[in-house]
């Protein structure tokens, strides 16, 4: 097995206006070809600066410690233009909100011909067909129609599965999916899931899922990586992570899933506190404040990211019991 | 993956399910009663300036000094001005000298403010900065008096003309796409187009342009009626079109000295330069209607 990103001791920081703000702290992950990785962390966990990274569009204030490696490939020691090739050849995105991630006045045959661009010897009605043809894997309908039709004119599921079918057409190494079903209901999110699973095949490489929703990381990944504050503090396949968390955060977010709450409770469990900035961030374990199960050390000693069955936990409590 | 080789039978653009924008649009305007009536007008206007030749009942620039100072006729429609021509036919070729003027004026001036538009929008910083700078500038000179100054240095032509009207209105047109382009840079169809690898101005022609289209054409409706009023305003003060070539303002301005003895000669010369005034203002408006989604008209 050979990872598609390795991502080795990684460290994004922001300049802020009073100073270096660091939103990612020395995370080190690598995905494996063929395999989805779920993402998850709440507001303020770095999953997008770090989804940003692997892209390389982070904004200009933002620097990049460690190494991100694409299939073999260290993704910062390419020139600019370079890591534009990459993006739309080996690299797609499928992004959050499908109602404003396509174009309202270009046809949706026009934008998919227009994510192709990087595809060499191609000529557009060959990508239009292409187009055409990736519409009916991702069940839609009629492609024909569709491709002539405006973006005004589909459903929000609709308009993901065109979004979807606009990063497969390149066949992506890696396919970043950020929060892919946040913006849609109940039905077309599990539709949407379904469509990716599906889809998984056509990806040459791995899928990476950004997500807060415990439940979708259940339903479509095989890894999963749980950021903390800029850290990285559980990651394993998804059945030992989420079958057996060993992170209290981890505990704690599964327990904030409502479609794992046994008995009716006119009670939302949320996660009391709130994550510590990253310019004050206090001087042991991260989560210290916020956790459960805190000992005195934990304020003290920083946990290391340590093996623990299949998984990986920074917790003191699972490497110094 | 495995190449795609299933085949799919793509349509011809098909009016059914998506009928061309364009298309949506005139319908919606031609539903809109003021629009209608302005778009009647433009397109009586702009038959003028290309048939005069045959439109025209008389040579616009032929003098006869018999006749000079007639009335209405039934010769002679709008009787005749101070060397005996044909107002009515210089009427009608004016047509073709104040829509040229309009036209290419607005279009040079397009040309410089969009494309100046989406150079500072896109790259912010100091280049915005400069441009914005420039803009102001141009915005805050008077414009007869800049128009003046122009003129007495490269000497009135039609060139002049429209170099005038151009940097004039240039400004207008980049502040509009400049905010225009602020706005959609930050849209997610941009961004993930970033994400998929497209360079600036792949960005720029596939996603900006068709944005822009929409405001630049309702700019386009409202700026002709003053453009004709600069055209008018430098030929009354004979600074514009030059005689013997026929222009409502140098009508306008003749008619203004004979106003005692020919009143129908300022009358004929200045009815023009009001009815496409208010047809190109009325056509803007119902154009900024028909075009804007947050109206009620929007989908039609």
Known sequence: ?321 | MAPITDTVAVAPPANRTGAHPAWVGLRRLLAHPAGLVAFIVVLGLVACALFAPWIAPYDPVKIAPRIRFQGPSWEHWLGTDQLGRDVLSRVIYGTGVALKVALSGTLAALLIGATLGIVGGLSRGSVDGALLLLCDAMRSLPLILFALAIVAIYGPSLATLIAIIAFSMAPGYFRVVRNQVLVLRSMDFVAASQSMGASLPRIALTHLVPNLLGPIIVLIAMDIPAVIGIESGLSFLGQGIQPPDPSWGSMLSDGYSFIRQAPHLAIAAGLPVIVSTVAFTFLGEALRDVLDPKSSRGRG
């Open chain 1, 1 to 321: 097995m050979t990872a598609i990103v390795d991502l080795r001791d990684v460290s994004i920081t922001y300049a802020g206006a009073h100073g270096p703000v660091p939103a990612v702290r020395g995370v080190t992950l690598a995905l494996e070809r063929g395999r989805i990785l779920g993402l998850v962390g709440e507001s303020g966990s770095g999953k997008s600066s770090l989804v940003s990274a692997m892209l390389a569009l982070l904004p200009k204030s933002a620097s990049v410690q460690g190494r991100i490696v694409l299939d073999g490939r260290d993704l910062y020691s390419l020139g600019e233009h370079e890591r534009r090739a990459l993006r739309g050849r080996e690299m797609a995105t499928v992004s959050q909100d499908p109602f404003t991630a396509l174009n309202p006045v270009v046809r949706i045959g026009t934008q998919l011909v227009e994510f192709q661009h990087a595809l060499p010897n191609l000529t557009k009605p060959e990508k239009l067909r292409r187009a055409g043809a990736m519409l009916e894997r991702v069940g839609i309908a009629d492609p024909a129609t569709r491709l002539n039709q405006y973006p005004h004119q589909l459903s929000g599921g609709l308009r993901q599965r065109v979004a979807i079918a606009g990063a497969l057409l390149v066949s992506p190494k890696l396919l970043i999916a950020d929060e892919p079903t946040t913006a849609l209901d109940a039905t077309t999110e599990m539709e949407v899931i379904e469509l990716i699973r599906d889809m998984r095949g056509e990806v040459d490489g791995s899928i990476v899922l950004v997500t807060h929703d415990m439940g979708v990381v259940g339903r479509l990944c095989d890894d999963v990586a749980v950021l903390y504050a800029g850290e990285l503090v559980e990651s394993g396949p998804v059945d030992d992570v989420l079958n057996r968390p060993r992170h209290p955060y981890t505990r704690a977010l599964l327990a904030c899933d409502p479609a794992r709450i046994d008995t009716p409770s006119r009670h939302l469990p949320t996660v009391p506190g709130t994550v510590p900035s990253p310019t004050a961030l206090p001087a042991g374990c991260i989560f210290a404040a916020r956790c459960q199960d805190v000992m005195a050390l934990c304020h003290e000693v920083k946990p290391l990211l340590s093996a623990a069955g299949a998984s990986r936990v920074a917790c003191l409590r699972v490497s110094a019991p």
